[in-house]
């Protein structure tokens, strides 16, 4: 059993309600038909991609060569998930296959997906890293007893869940010498890092006085409510000093990186008077119910932690120094992606 990374920035929900993972490069069409295995993918790249570097065509060869040929039935998939930047794994239960009628992603693998929707935060840096590989297909060699502890365990608590990863974390170095620098394993690894110093850093309470401090950094003015755990309004924010002038934006913060779901949302949604607005403000994600709660209320808008942490990165300088102190960050140029070597 080999462990594999699979990268898709193109497919979203269909990857997981279809059960596969997929590749782009169609213009080269049915893999298994071509001649000469590596040679025969690198020359079909070459002819629909003319202006392309060797180098560049080679890699790009390597790739799918990887996905049709040696992920084998039975293989670990690895899938990060970047509509809402979680973790799906599951296992390889089919050969390649090239979907004709497919408008884009034609490559294909059925795939068994075993935990979907799983926090980054459960993982640690060093894996999350390694699975932010530059390439598009990659093997899992460092970290592997992580995402099978995750893939494994029946529990379905994060909190519980990351206490079993951090105990089967390998102690190894966290980067391979090959590993790439590039910018967008960069941008993850601050992202990852202000998610989890948001997640493991603040408490509770905590959590809702930086909600308000993050309102106030866009422009908005914010307070804090009487700290309680009945689930009721958190932070009370509007537009106008004084905050007497409509509408008043009521806020519901949970700190916590699992799913929220409809009733949670239904319930800040049912403290919403004439003309107030509504937020939701967590770590992590919204069920598709309570996305169908958004998109059918008008004056509620649901912030996911990948929405916090752009928040965060865009309005950076805006915040006290009190948080800034919490997430150090800094400015600085990176190779980009699209630099070839």
């Known amino acids: ?44 790249l070459a002819e629909a991609s003319p202006d392309s570097k060797p180098q560049s065509i080679a890699s790009q060869a390597g790739v799918l060569y990887r996905f049709c040929h040696d992920i084998q039935i039975g293989d670990v998939i690895v899938a990060p998930y970047k509509p809402d930047s979680t973790i799906n794994i599951g296992i390889v239960s089919g050969d390649y296959y090239f979907e004709p009628t497919a408008a884009e992603h034609q490559h294909r693998r059925r795939v068994e997906w075993k935990r979907t929707g799983l926090p980054r935060t459960v993982f640690t840096q060093p894996a999350l890293y390694e699975i932010g590989a530059f390439i598009t297909v990659f093997r899992i060699r460092k970290h592997t007893s992580e995402f099978l502890t995750a893939l494994n365990s029946g529990v379905t608590n994060v909190d519980t869940l990351s206490v079993k990863v951090d105990r089967a974390a390998d102690d190894t170095e966290d980067v391979d010498a090959t590993d790439e620098p590039r910018a967008s394993r960069i ?131 805006q915040l006290s120094t009190r948080w800034r102190e919490i997430i150090p960050l800094t400015n600085l140029l990176v190779v980009a992606d699209a630099a070839e070597r």
């Open 187 to 317: 941008e993850r690894h601050t992202r990852d890092f202000i998610l989890e110093t948001l997640h493991r850093n603040i408490r509770h309470d905590e959590f809702e006085e930086f909600s308000a401090a993050l309102l106030r950094a866009v422009g908005y003015q914010a307070r804090v409510t009487q700290y309680s755990q009945d689930g009721g309004v958190d932070v009370i924010a509007h537009k106008d000093p004084l905050g007497i002038e409509p509408p008043q934006i009521k806020v519901q913060c949970k700190h916590q990186t699992s799913t929220v779901g409809a009733p949670e949302v239904q319930q800040l949604v049912g403290t919403q008077g004439s003309g107030d607005l509504s937020l939701f403000i967590t770590l992590g994600n919204y069920s598709r119910d309570a996305r169908t709660i958004e998109r059918q209320r008008p004056g509620l808008r649901l912030l996911s932690g990948e929405d916090i942490v752009s928040l965060v990165l865009d309005n950076y300088t």
């Open 1 to 44: 059993m080999t462990m594999w990374g699979i990268h898709n920035d193109t497919l979203t929900e269909e990857l997981v309600d279809e059960g596969f993972v997929s590749l782009g490069w169609q213009e080269v069409g049915d893999l298994k038909v071509l001649p000469n295995g590596r040679d025969g993918i690198r020359a079909a």
